[in-house]
């Protein structure tokens, strides 16, 4: 779907460019996919064809779009400054024919041609048999940068430490600092399930709160402020600064997690709490599962200053055994900013997938189904004002081929506070969230009022 904003000061024609070649930059058009033809994009967009050619020859004369006569405009089958993509072997037989879920990643969403190129560059050079007990140096250093830039973080390479996920993270940060064994740490919800049930099998004392009102006394705080899994709720600018306010007074430690909040689709981007502690006391850990896909398993920790040394007291003899070769692609990704203009292209194709979840939610379920997330992260979450329970409600759209993710298991005791559903962008294209919103509300249809 494209959006076209007639009030904006961009040029339509522009308009038009930028989101198709977002569609083709991120995989959402493959190489050789036929484009829709300038008479139909035209018709349904309410555009002159000529607003459509402009576009089209702008694409064509970048290489991104082939005219064949006869034929029309396709994708071109060897994208501008880019390496040959390899045949692609068959993908297994999806278990939803709408697949609103996270349970399997097709990766049509990645920059396949970006990373071979970097990893090109990487095999040339080679990569050293052991690595620091932080990680690569130089993707440390890749990463003060990326760090600084979207989220206003100012750290050393030193203070990263780069991990396979959050579980090996919370290994080390119950190491770093021994009061969480004794003092427990207070975790919000909802939050992602591992990120409350790691704490046990580390021997910390954990408490749950829902509200920054009313926090219970811990040594340190776990929560997600920035479009938090599943409930997509964010913190302010002005509730970010008093809650650092709050730890700063008592001296507790936090970690802060930020793993879908690196695109937003409306304003600026708020920094994150560690900024306004200065870093002290804070844990900050991040990924790139919205980004790249939960598979690449490389998450980054920033640790507090003041516990560098004792990280390196415990660790330094470690070698950090995650992979050295992604390391090294992924810091040639950011050095050359093919990762910061893929981002700037997904965020183009999930805030219009966003967008369109909630135009056809709205058409099809009116208020009995109400989005509850702000404009950021790769899902929607949808509040249910519906009597039967969740667990009934998704069974229903099972039996009709859509999977949703259920996020009660992100309460504890799954006791949510209220019925949601999750709905990830990444696996939908635009024809099949129309399609199974409407297949979804057919499958409901018994249970509206």
């Known amino acids: 779907m494209f959006l076209i904003d007639r009030q904006a000061t961009e040029q339509i024609y522009h308009q038009l460019y930028r989101q198709l070649r977002a569609e083709i930059e991120t995989g959402v058009r493959q190489p050789g996919q036929v484009v829709p033809s300038t008479r139909y994009l035209a018709q349904q967009l309410s555009l002159s064809r000529n607003t459509v050619d402009h576009a089209y020859q702008d694409l064509v004369a970048e290489g991104y779009l082939v005219s064949r006569p006869g034929s029309g ?41 970006a990373w071979q190129a970097a990893e090109q560059r990487v095999f040339q050079r080679g990569v050293a048999q052991i690595q620091p007990a932080n990680g690569d140096l130089g993707y440390c250093e890749q990463l003060v940068n990326y760090l600084a830039l979207l989220k206003n973080l100012h750290v050393q390479p030193e203070q990263i430490v780069i991990t396979s996920g959050f579980n090996e993270a919370a290994g080390i940060i119950a190491q770093l600092v021994p009061a969480f064994h004794d003092q427990g740490l207070a975790v919000a919800e909802p939050i992602a399930p591992n990120a409350r049930s790691v704490w046990q099998t580390l021997a910390v004392p954990v408490t749950q709160f829902r509200e920054l009102a009313t926090l219970p006394d811990a040594a340190g705080y776990v929560l997600s402020p920035t479009h938090n899994f599943p409930s997509g709720a964010g913190l302010t600018a002005i509730q970010r600064q008093k809650l650092a306010a709050w730890l700063q007074e008592r001296q507790r430690y936090l970690v802060e997690l930020d793993t879908d909040g690196n695109l937003t689709y409306s304003g600026q981007p708020t920094p994150a709490i560690h900024h306004y502690l200065g870093g002290e006391r804070c844990f900050y850990y991040t990924n790139f599962d919205e980004i790249l896909g939960a598979s690449l398993c490389m998450g980054i920790l920033v640790i507090p200053e003041n516990l560098v040394g004792r990280y390196q007291v415990i660790y330094g003899k470690l070698p950090n055994r995650n992979s050295q070769l992604q390391q090294q692609v992924l810091s040639q990704l950011i050095a050359n900013d093919d990762l910061e203009r893929f981002m700037r292209q997904l965020t183009i194709v999930y805030a219009n997938r966003r967008q369109l979840v909630l135009n056809t939610v709205r058409d099809c379920f009116g208020s009995q189904v109400e989005a509850m997330d702000v404009a950021a992260g790769s899902f ?70």
């Open 380 to 449: 929607v979450t949808l509040r249910l004002h519906l009597k039967q329970p969740v667990k009934t409600l998704i069974a229903a759209a099972e039996q009709v081929g859509v999977g949703l993710v259920d996020p009660d298991r992100c309460w504890s005791n799954l006791q949510p506070a209220y019925p949601s559903i999750v709905m990830s962008l990444r696996q939908m294209d635009d024809a099949h969230i129309v399609d199974g919103i409407r297949v979804l509300a057919d499958a409901w249809q018994q249970f509206l009022v």
């Open 73 to 113: 405009y396709h994708v071109a089958n060897q994208l501008p400054f880019t390496v040959a993509s390899p045949a692609l072997s068959a993908v297994p037989r999806p278990k939803y024919r709408y697949d609103f879920t996270e349970n399997y990643d097709y990766l049509r969403l990645f920059p396949v041609q």
